[in-house]
């Protein structure tokens, strides 16, 4: 399988709302100026900005533009750079730095107070947004959102968890999202191998106890029939591929904190359920039905099980990503179990937000009004097909353009379309500002596609739970848990570890919690509960 096809195929799933994706910059600073009042009627700089259709302006503008690029081609060549540029009359100049060394970029970009206009898929972190909104480098956008916005500010009104999810403490929005509010899941669920279902004569467990003693078959009765003891049941890379999945098992629907159905805020490394987790990891492992390479091996590792027929149950994007071959609909998606716990299994539903921090007008912009009407095209499905996909005619052209349904045509030199679509749009490898409706891929998907789609409605979408809303938090406040939470991330990772192995007996689960407390668990909780019931309180408004 060629590695381009197995991006195209995340890139494309993630449209489909199945989620997961310091070198010198190009181009020079583009125009600078003062701090713009968002308010302003549409005449900043003396250009005049239509309310709606295109051109954006009459008279042509530039506005600078820092993001990161899988450097698969020069931006200011694609297509739909070209496109873009000739409906809104903005011409942008392009400052981009590969992935990897982004954030170091943008850090330094803050730090040197040397802004371009704008920031795109720049995964401004919360604290990000609030300590450079709080400080005048990036500017309010909630005025302009209502008045030069209309995509966006349709998408808001329709889902007003995502517009509170935005807002900061002090009632601003600094960032926009790339909303994905059809996605199920944000993490590769698991995946059976069909060949040992179908070898074992098994069906798919419903209960933690009957998924233990499938995985103790598989172990036993060499369901890949090559005389060998080789099989592994379970498999993982340090767990995180499988935590978020298997705690639902235990009634707990995020790895780090969660609401319950009272509004009570509980962080999860200390509850019962999370015991019981442990406990049953423990047991896997004791019986080697659970991977004793997890802690130590690759994904490439787990993935060269998979395709030597060895792995019975795995987490991955697609299950033929692991197993290998072409895509097909033979391994089915694993049915949450249920445990000893009441009201089990859960599923953390897909926040419909992939990254809230992809888009920010900065206080060097001269031109805010233009600039959100460039952006808010993303938001509707004309602009959104033109990012994604590319201008018509190139990648993709019309079957049916009333009912929306397109059709895929042959790429160029017969290559890789993920590769060509790559070289159409920066859309490639980072998530962006805009939006995923079904109507984007309507005719372009394929039947792993629509089977994975109802792989999720049988499966998952009856006992998904939603998730803790993406709170923001003052920067005292975001400082102080940003300290108590780099301790206790490391401390739970490891001792998550050491009880799965048995290296710490499962004994000392009380110890265990009383150093949580010790190290600031419960003020975590303090100071969640207290942003949760603002959120909450603001939503029921």
């Not at 125009?31 to 549409?42: F, Q």
């Not at 795109?120 to 919360?126: G, I």
């Not at 390479?293 to 993935?303: A, V």
Request: proline letters at 6%; charged letters at 25%; one cysteine or more.
């Amino acid at each position: 399988m060629k590695k381009g096809y197995k991006k195209g195929m995340t890139a494309l799933s993630s449209l489909l709302a199945i989620s997961m994706l310091a070198a010198a910059c190009s181009s020079d600073n583009g125009e600078t100026g003062g701090s713009t009042n968002a308010g302003n009627a549409g005449n900043a700089g003396d250009v005049s900005v239509s309310a709606d259709g295109f051109p954006i302006v009459e008279e042509t503008i530039t506005l600078s533009l820092l993001a990161p690029s899988a450097e698969m081609a020069d931006w200011s060549s694609m297509p739909t750079i070209q496109a873009m540029e000739e409906l809104s009359n903005i011409k942008v100049e392009f400052q981009t730095a590969p992935i990897d060394s982004f954030p170091t970029r943008k850090n330094l970009m803050f730090a040197s107070g040397e802004l371009p206009d704008m920031l795109y898929a720049a995964d401004l972190t919360p604290a990000e947004q609030v300590n450079y909104g709080t400080q005048g480098l990036l500017i309010p956008l909630e005025d302009l959102i209502d008045n030069y916005a209309p995509n966006l500010k349709a998408v808001l009104d329709a889902n007003p968890d995502v517009r509170k999810s935005i807002t900061t403490t002090d009632g601003h929005i600094y960032a926009l999202p790339f909303i994905d509010t059809t996605a199920v899941w944000y993490r590769g669920p698991m995946w059976y191998n069909g060949k040992f279902l179908e070898a074992l004569g098994a069906s798919e467990p419903q209960t933690t106890e009957e998924l233990y003693q499938y995985l103790k078959r598989v172990k036993e009765e060499d369901p890949n029939g090559n005389g060998e003891a080789d099989e592994i049941p379970l498999t993982s890379v340090k767990l995180d591929d499988l935590r978020m999945y298997f705690l639902g098992f235990w009634g707990i629907y995020n790895e780090v904190y969660y609401s319950d159905s009272e509004g009570v805020v509980h962080y999860t490394p200390q509850e019962e359920g999370y015991l019981g987790y442990l406990t049953f990891l423990n047991r896997l492992w004791e019986e080697e039905l659970l991977d004793h390479e997890t802690f130590s091996q690759t994904d490439d590792m787990k993935k060269a099980k998979g395709s030597k027929n060895q792995v019975a149950l795995f987490s991955d994007y697609h299950p033929y990503f692991t197993l290998g071959g072409e895509p097909r609909t033979t391994d089915p998606m694993m049915t949450p179990v249920s445990s000893e716990i009441a009201g089990t299994p859960v599923y953390g539903k897909h926040p419909g937000i992939s990254s809230n921090g992809n888009f920010a007008i900065t206080s060097s912009n001269s031109h805010p009004e233009a600039t959100m009407r460039w952006i808010d095209y993303q938001y509707g499905y004309e602009g959104a097909t033109l990012w994604t996909q590319g201008p018509e005619g190139l990648m993709w052209e019309y079957e049916d353009e009333a009912n929306k349904v397109k059709r895929f045509k042959e790429v160029p030199g017969g290559g890789d379309r993920e590769e060509y679509r790559a070289t159409l749009t920066p859309n490639y490898g980072i998530v962006t500002p805009g939006v995923n409706i079904p109507e984007l891929t309507n005719g372009l998907r394929s039947e792993l596609d629509d089977w994975i789609i109802e792989q999720n409605e049988e499966k998952l979408v009856p006992i998904a739970k939603p998730p803790f809303p993406r709170v923001y938090l003052s920067n005292e406040r975001q400082t102080e848990v940003s300290a108590l939470m780099s301790d206790l991330d490391t401390y739970v990772k490891q001792m998550e570890a050491r009880f799965v192995t048995g290296v710490e007996p499962l004994s000392n689960w009380e110890t265990y919690v009383a150093q949580l407390k010790r190290m600031g668990s419960d003020r975590v909780v303090e100071i969640y509960q207290e942003a949760y019931d603002q959120w909450d309180s603001e939503n029921a408004s």
